[in-house]
């Protein structure tokens, strides 16, 4: 399982790759995802099928970079309403394995629609990448009905200036 997520975090990080200034805010309403969202760059959207909560699940991505910063949003519908807060927790894992972070500081999150669960969380953590370089994360997972969400912000260093804009920006739709 972490392998596939491996590589869906890889693809995050080498589709965000171009970067376009930072002070051109946009929403955008990825079509079926449910969601609302704030970006300071256009996205690029990717899908891959992943094993996620014992499952072959389809997980979609949207992505982009601005100012040295990666920005993405991913989305999957789990189908199962008994694996939702595993197929949370399995992501929440995967993000810290990534950057072999062993500690992260956790807030409580609100995005507005969204089902509550008992992972649901923003998180923060700093690790490496597999090359050794130091980097910073921010991620915030959450849940409606059957569909889960992860939002991240990476960089060498996430100010809340890139964060609060970003996180702020997330609301579910009807």
Same mark, same amino acid.
């Given at each position: 399982?972490?392998?596939?997520?491996?590589?869906?975090?890889?693809?995050?990080?080498? =589709? #965000?790759? #171009?970067?376009?200034p930072a002070d051109e805010w946009r929403e955008l309403r990825p079509e079926n995802s449910g969601i609302v969202a704030s970006f300071p760059c256009k996205p690029d959207r990717l899908a891959r099928t992943i094993a996620l909560a014992g499952r072959d699940t389809r997980m979609e991505m949207l992505v982009c970079s601005a100012d040295g910063l990666t920005f993405g949003l991913a989305?999957?519908?789990? %189908?199962?309403? $008994?694996?939702?807060?595993?197929?949370?927790?399995?992501?929440?894992?995967? =993000?810290?394995?990534?950057? $072999? =972070?062993?500690?992260?500081?956790?807030?409580?999150?609100a995005v507005p629609g969204m089902t509550p669960n008992e992972?649901?969380? $923003?998180? $923060?953590?700093? %690790?490496r990448r597999p090359d050794g370089v130091a980097m910073q994360e921010q991620a915030a997972f959450f849940v409606r009905g059957m569909r889960i969400y992860q939002a991240t912000i990476l960089g060498p260093t996430v100010a809340e200036s890139a964060s609060e804009p970003f996180f702020g920006g997330l609301r579910l739709t009807p």
């Open positions: 399982m972490h392998a596939v997520l491996k590589s869906l975090w890889w693809a995050l990080v080498v =589709a #965000g790759c #171009g970067c376009t989305f999957a519908d789990i %189908g199962d309403p $008994r694996s939702v807060t595993r197929a949370l927790a399995e992501l929440r894992a995967a =993000a810290m394995a990534n950057l $072999r =972070a062993t500690a992260a500081s956790e807030r409580s999150l992972r649901a969380a $923003r998180l $923060r953590f700093e %690790g």
